[in-house]
T-cell receptor, first 111, second 113 residues
Framework: TQLLEQSPQFLSIQEGENLTVYCNSS?????LQWYRQEPGEGPVLLVT?????EVKKLKRLTFQFGDARKDSSLHITAAQPGDTGLYLC???????????FGQGTTLQVKP | NAGVMQNPRHLVRRRGQEARLRCSPM?????VYWYRQLPEEGLKFMVY????????ESGMPKERFSAEFPKEGPSILRIQQVVRGDSAAYFC???????????FGQGTRLTVV
């Protein structure tokens, strides 16, 4: 059972285009984290969203947590080749410690 | 301020051998988590430990796998009698508390031949 569904799983776009990655669940999370992972490396934390409806911006990246804290999105404006990588969302539940990961979105940005 | 350190980065074992993966958490972090990742997949939770205690091992296979986080020294994930299906990247993460942000190491890539 996949508790967190990410879509799309693969995305190949041209430099300068915009894109959105979705992370959906039927479960409520106390917080949701977005990570970026490059081949051969560990996931690097990009952002944590905690409050329903919260929006956080990190340069060209905009993260949103759904009002019901069941879903999240990552929007990248004017994608660059350096954005290429695997993007992972991960949900946390109170008092459990562990993260539940989506299956990831592989993004390729062509110059 | 060193991050989460995992070693070895790459480990090759023959079927039936034992694999020991080590994880030193970030300074000040007493919570350690182990995850496994298969190619082009997300990470799957295995076990959550605090110093000398296993808090949640719901993701650990029932046999051959064990984990510890002693009072002194790194956390160890031990896989006995490895099989080809154990080949994967194993990641360790640490955090200062239960509901705080976790930071990942670079992983150990285990190949069973």
């Amino acid at each position: 059972t996949q508790l967190l569904e990410q879509s799309p799983q693969f995305l190949s776009i041209q430099e300068g285009e915009n894109l959105t990655v979705y992370c959906n669940s039927s479960s409520v999370f106390s917080s949701l984290q977005w990570y970026r992972q490059e081949p051969g490396e560990g996931p690097v934390l990009l952002v944590t969203v905690v409050t329903g409806g919260e929006v956080k911006k990190l340069k060209r990246l905009t993260f949103q947590f759904g009002d019901a804290r069941k879903d999240s999105s990552l929007h990248i404006t004017a994608a660059q080749p350096g954005d290429t990588g695997l993007y992972l969302c991960a949900g946390a539940r109170s008092n459990t410690g562990k993260l539940i990961f989506g299956q990831g979105t592989t993004l390729q940005v062509k110059p | 301020n060193a991050g989460v350190m995992q070693n070895p980065r790459h480990l090759v074992r023959r079927r039936g051998q034992e694999a020991r993966l080590r994880c030193s958490p970030m300074k000040g972090h007493s919570h350690v988590y182990w995850y496994r990742q298969l190619p082009e997949e997300g990470l799957k939770f295995m076990v959550y430990l605090q110093k000398e205690n296993i808090i949640d091992e719901s993701g650990m296979p029932k046999e051959r796998f064990s984990a510890e986080f002693p009072k002194e020294g790194p956390s160890i994930l031990r896989i006995q009698q490895v099989v080809r299906g154990d080949s994967a990247a194993y990641f360790c993460a640490s955090s200062p508390g239960m509901n705080t942000e976790a930071f990942f190491g670079q992983g150990t890539r285990l190949t069973v031949v």
